[in-house]
């Protein structure tokens, strides 16, 4: 799926978040806080544009994703001067990294398309060093009912005529309107990050809980 929509990805994704994804990201960016020196695995990294704002702060990023036309598309981004970013095919249960390889791993916007979450959860955690860091950023669950109700009419009725406006392939993204809503809440998805064996975790709403950012220490 994610290689029918990867050409024209980060527009139809900018258009449908009313440009608000760069936001997200930003903060997403902040939370990791990358240090110069640092080993950062950005899962489902897509285009990369996470990976290249990663890389400008100095840290080491392998960027890693299950889709190669979505590779594809962030080898053109990285062009031949991306010294920092390594691009990596992988599955997320199953990530092909040894054992303590990252400082910090981050996933935006991916999680929930993962077949198997607890496994993918423990697979970051396999790849983390002791200490290290995860954040996650991913569509999470309005706090406030009205505001959860404008969302939903959002994610049903609007997000679909957009889709078949500016995307390449339109079902693809009537799947993605219905996993966002299908998703963990937050206070559900922090016992699934201790489950994994991941201490500390906590959240931060973003937009009133139209994304939460998610983060973690691994043991």
């Known amino acids: 799926m994610f290689d029918t929509v990867a050409q024209n990805y980060d527009f139809a994704d900018a258009i449908m978040t009313v440009g608000l994804v760069r936001w997200w990201r930003r903060s997403t960016l902040q939370e990791v806080a990358p240090r110069v020196g640092e080993r950062i695995l950005d899962l489902a990294a897509g285009t990369c544009s996470s990976s290249v ?3 400008k702060r100095g840290a080491q990023v392998v960027a890693c994703d299950f889709s190669e ?3 594809q598309r962030g080898r053109r981004r990285l062009g031949t001067g991306a010294r920092r970013v390594g691009l990596v095919g992988g599955d997320a249960t199953d990530l092909p990294f040894a054992d303590a390889t990252f400082d910090k791993v981050t996933i935006s916007f ?3 398309n993962v077949q198997d979450v607890p496994q993918a959860l423990r697979e970051m955690r396999r790849v ?3 200490g290290g860091k995860i954040v996650i950023c991913e569509f999470s669950r309005p706090v406030w009912r009205p505001y959860r109700a404008v969302y939903r ?3 049903s009725k609007v997000m679909p005529v957009l889709a078949k406006v500016v995307a390449t392939n339109s079902p693809a ?3 993605l309107a219905d996993s966002i809503w299908a998703w963990a809440d937050q206070g559900e998805l922090e016992r699934q990050i201790a489950l994994a064996g991941w201490s500390q975790p ?3 709403n973003v937009m009133g809980g139209i994304v939460a950012l998610h983060r973690a220490v691994a043991r």
């Open 173 to 175: 993204y009537r799947y």
């Open 110 to 112: 991916g999680l929930r």
């Open 53 to 55: 704002a990663l890389a």
């Open 202 to 204: 906590k959240h931060r």
């Open 153 to 155: 009419w959002y994610l």
């Open 128 to 130: 983390t060093k002791p």
């Open 69 to 71: 036309g979505m590779l």
